[in-house]
């Protein structure tokens, strides 16, 4: 997303954004900046956002993510609002509203301390409301569950679910060279911390909540963005991907080439956000139940990433975390 004073725009000339927006029953007027991302090509236009899918693995994204945003109407939880999606010839399509402000992301660099509190403090009261709308109890990105079911390959490497992390070991036993002793040590581990999960109550989790996935203006958040992997799993489950962007920003840029925030102005989000959410961060166990999630993540990589060099280097931090130490250890909330 961007400000709307940025001045990089041009009329709607893109012969692939011409054919989506009539598709979309919108007008080709305005100005509109085309922008890349991770699994998608994005427009962003005066009045509404229009993006389309680049990556074939994410092909029902859209999908998915309109019927998370129709959960979401009439709730205290802003958004954007859908104005269309559907399937070109040019791919998966989808039209929203705009929200004011930019991401923050782009905000949080020039913002002073009060400023950045107010914000998180407002994400606070978000995710609260994102929290308590009713959600079936599978709701699950069909990527990731045709993933867990063995259908396709892994697409992505998050957000966690509870029940498929002793799967992962077993995909892990399948790599050719795997460390046998490390996989028996993390099967161990997983089976021994499997009850702390036992009386939970799933509840409506973005999934992916850092910088670029939330559009801020003046202080508080106007919208939540880029529900594509929005599940239902433990509210903890939210708290784990935001702590785990606060440790490792850098690894959450925009785009990829970029780079993400500095960690170090990330260090006061954690107290902030539990001065705004305490209850987020009051279940019992919770320091193991969000390394157990981290496992989780570790392990998706291990097993599915399909560059050596990032499987090894999950290799190495699945073998911290059984020593008891990960990003966790430099947090204070």
């Known amino acids: 997303m961007i400000t709307r004073s940025t001045s990089f725009v041009e009329p709607a000339t893109d012969p692939v954004l011409l054919r989506t927006l009539a598709a979309a029953g919108l ?16 427009w962003v236009g005066d009045e509404y956002v229009v993006r389309l899918i680049n990556d074939q693995r994410h092909r029902d994204a859209y999908r998915h993510e309109a019927t998370v945003v129709n959960l979401l109407t009439g709730s205290e939880v802003p958004h954007a609002r859908i104005l269309a999606h559907g399937d070109g010839p040019d791919g998966p399509w989808y039209a929203s509203e705009r929200l004011p402000g930019r991401t923050l992301y782009e905000a949080w660099p020039a913002a002073d301390s009060p400023t950045r509190q107010a914000m998180i403090e407002s994400l606070g009261s978000v995710l609260r409301a994102l929290h308590r709308i009713p959600v079936p109890a599978d709701l699950l990105p069909p990527w990731l569950a045709d993933a ?27 790599l050719p060279g795997h460390d046998a002793r490390l996989l028996a040590d993390v099967a161990g581990w997983i089976q021994e911390r499997l009850a702390l999960f036992a009386a939970d109550e799933p509840v409506l989790v973005h999934g992916d909540i850092h910088g670029s ?58 107290g902030w956000l539990h001065g705004a959410y305490p209850e987020l961060f009051e279940r019992e166990h919770l320091r193991e139940r969000l390394r157990f999630y981290d496992m989780y993540g570790e392990l998706a990589q291990y097993a599915h990433h399909p560059q050596p060099d990032e499987r090894e280097a999950a290799h190495d931090r699945i073998a911290r975390l059984l020593s008891g130490h990960n990003h966790l250890d430099g947090l204070v909330w």
């Not at 259908?151 to 998050?158: C, G, I, N, Q, S």
């Open 27 to 42: 007008p080709a007027t305005g100005r509109f900046l085309s922008k890349a991302g991770w699994v998608s090509r994005v």
């Open 213 to 270: 996935n939330l559009m801020v203006d003046q202080g508080r958040v106007t919208g939540l963005i880029d529900f594509a992997e929005a599940l239902a799993q433990p509210a903890d489950v939210e708290l784990d991907n935001l702590l785990h962007w606060c440790a490792r920003a850098r690894e959450f840029p925009p785009v990829p080439g970029e780079r993400g925030l500095d960690e170090t102005t990330l260090t006061e989000v954690p």
């Open 148 to 174: 867990i079911a063995g259908k396709k390959p892994w697409a992505a490497f998050h957000p966690p679910v509870v029940s498929a992390a002793l799967q992962l070991v077993e995909d892990a036993r399948r």
